[in-house]
């Protein structure tokens, strides 16, 4: 079940990206880990135009049984040519990654549906990837939920993929996934390690969250008390909502995954309801300043 769920997103694979990575996937590395991944029978991959050379050293792999999703990048301020640069960042996206379509095409910016003159050619454009065959399904990825619901007054998307961890609650509010689900949508839900911080030891974490190290005081010591690990507990938590349909977990080696492949602990479990925060300064990494 947990397994059917998994995609392996690559922004991780990245350079810098997140608390505990510094150096990035090398070619080897990445085939190393397509190999493991297709061994345990994980087949979906999350990734995005923007993410520089992550894509081209997918594409070295064999992805033939893999459902690929990636993101169109922030539509650029100044186009001449909206449909010539779209075609350029899809066509440049299905040689690099060595495939001929994608399962998902997400939008990487939701301001360019809402305040872009182009918005509505972009829209028209991942329409056509449809009707061609180039994406069986569209969406939008998201960091607020004002904007999407003003969006989705305009248009439609198949998939939505958004923030959701045991700090970060924010789709539980307001009947969002109520929401979201009226309007047949598969919710597909990142950074359920928060970067990596939900995964750091309490006295290990920067000093910059120092506002919030109660938290994460009551955080380590719940999954001591409940005899869990802090990654256990994190994708269980996403788990125990049924109408999520993916969960992108990012990884810093073969061990992570082989955790996290293992890790589902089959009982009810009564989450608290302190562990939780509504400050954007810790839930949205985008207001990090750690130096």
């Given at each position: 079940?947990?397994?059917?769920?998994?995609?392996?997103?690559?922004?991780?694979?990245?350079?810098?990206?997140?608390?505990?990575?510094?150096?990035?996937?090398?070619?080897?590395?990445?085939?190393?880990?397509?190999?493991?991944?297709?061994?345990?029978?994980?087949?979906?991959?999350?990734?995005?135009?923007?993410?520089?050379?992550?894509?081209?050293?997918?594409?070295?792999?064999?992805?033939?049984?893999?459902?690929?999703?990636?993101?169109?990048?922030?539509?650029?301020?100044?186009?001449?040519?909206?449909?010539?640069?779209?075609?350029?960042?899809?066509?440049?996206?299905?040689?690099?990654?060595?495939?001929?379509?994608?399962?998902?095409?997400?939008?990487?910016?939701?301001?360019?549906?809402?305040?872009?003159?182009?918005?509505?050619?972009?829209?028209?454009?991942?329409?056509?990837?449809?009707?061609?065959?180039?994406?069986?399904?569209i969406g939008v990825?998201?960091?607020?939920?004002?904007?999407?619901?003003?969006?989705?007054?305009?248009?439609?998307?198949?998939?939505?993929?958004?923030?959701?961890?045991?700090?970060?609650?924010?789709?539980?509010?307001?009947?969002?996934?109520?929401?979201?689900?009226?309007?047949?949508?598969?919710?597909?839900?990142?950074?359920?390690?928060?970067?990596?911080?939900?995964?750091?030891?309490?006295?290990?974490?920067?000093?910059?969250?120092?506002?919030?190290?109660?938290?994460?005081?009551?955080?380590?010591?719940?999954?001591?008390k409940n005899n869990?690990?802090?990654?256990?507990?994190?994708?269980?938590?996403?788990?125990?909502?049924?109408?999520?349909?993916?969960?992108?977990?990012?990884?810093?080696?073969?061990?992570?995954?082989?955790?996290?492949?293992?890790?589902?602990?089959?009982?009810?479990?009564?989450?608290?309801?302190?562990?939780?925060?509504?400050?954007?300064?810790?839930?949205?990494?985008?207001?990090?300043?750690?130096?």
């Open positions: 079940m947990l397994k059917s769920k998994i995609s392996i997103g690559t922004a991780s694979f990245e350079k810098g990206y997140g608390i505990n990575n510094s150096s990035g996937f090398s070619e080897k590395k990445i085939s190393q880990l397509i190999k493991f991944i297709k061994k345990n029978k994980i087949y979906s991959i999350d990734t995005a135009i923007s993410y520089k050379s992550v894509e081209k050293k997918l594409g070295k792999t064999n992805l033939v049984k893999f459902k690929l999703y990636t993101k169109i990048p922030k539509l650029p301020k100044r186009c001449k040519n909206l449909k010539n640069w779209l075609n350029k960042s899809i066509n440049k996206s299905l040689i690099d990654l060595n495939i001929k379509s994608f399962e998902g095409i997400f939008i990487h910016n939701i301001s360019d549906l809402l305040n872009h003159k182009y918005s509505n050619e972009l829209y028209d454009y991942l329409i056509n990837l449809k009707r061609k065959g180039i994406a069986k399904k990825s998201i960091y607020d939920f004002s904007n999407f619901f003003r969006a989705l007054k305009k248009f439609k998307f198949d998939i939505v993929q958004l923030p959701f961890n045991i700090l970060d609650r924010r789709l539980l509010l307001n009947n969002n996934i109520k929401r979201i689900k009226e309007k047949k949508m598969e919710i597909h839900v990142r950074s359920v390690f928060l970067q990596g911080l939900l995964l750091q030891d309490y006295v290990n974490i920067p000093k910059y969250f120092k506002k919030q190290k109660k938290i994460f005081k009551i955080w380590e010591q719940w999954c001591l869990l690990t802090k990654i256990q507990t994190c994708l269980n938590f996403v788990t125990s909502f049924r109408d999520i349909d993916k969960i992108i977990v990012g990884i810093n080696s073969i061990n992570d995954l082989e955790e996290i492949s293992n890790c589902l602990v089959k009982k009810k479990i009564r989450y608290p309801n302190q562990i939780y925060s509504n400050s954007l300064t810790l839930i949205d990494p985008r207001k990090w300043r750690i130096t």
